[in-house]
């Protein structure tokens, strides 16, 4: 199995456990964007309250670290936003057809 072919059933798989129970999934997503984010910034401050003590290439490692965290955080709050636009479009029965072919093959 290529890698194309990995990521496509790890996608189909996480629309479909959305098609089975939308508000668990919505809430876990929500929980990880809070996590994400909140520990980036938290990160960040860190760093730059200890730019001081540390040397500076520790202090620009952190805090870019912190930076990508934050960065995750917007992307899975960008993508909570736009699921109400994508929602009429979503087909809950060929995505469920479609994750059970992956789980008989």
Request: net charge positive.
């Amino acid at each position: 199995m290529d890698r194309e072919e990995k990521r496509r059933r790890v996608i189909i798989k996480a629309m479909a456990a959305l098609a089975a129970n939308e508000a668990h999934e919505l809430a876990k997503l929500r929980r990880l964007r809070s996590l994400l984010y909140w520990t980036g910034l938290i990160v960040v401050a860190g760093a730059a309250l200890l730019a001081g003590a540390w040397p500076v290439w520790i202090a620009a490692l952190v805090g870019a670290v912190g930076g990508l965290v934050t960065g995750l955080g917007v992307h899975y709050d960008n993508s909570l936003n736009q699921w109400p636009t994508i929602k009429p479009f979503f087909d809950r029965d060929a995505v469920i057809r479609a994750a059970g072919v992956l789980d008989d093959g």
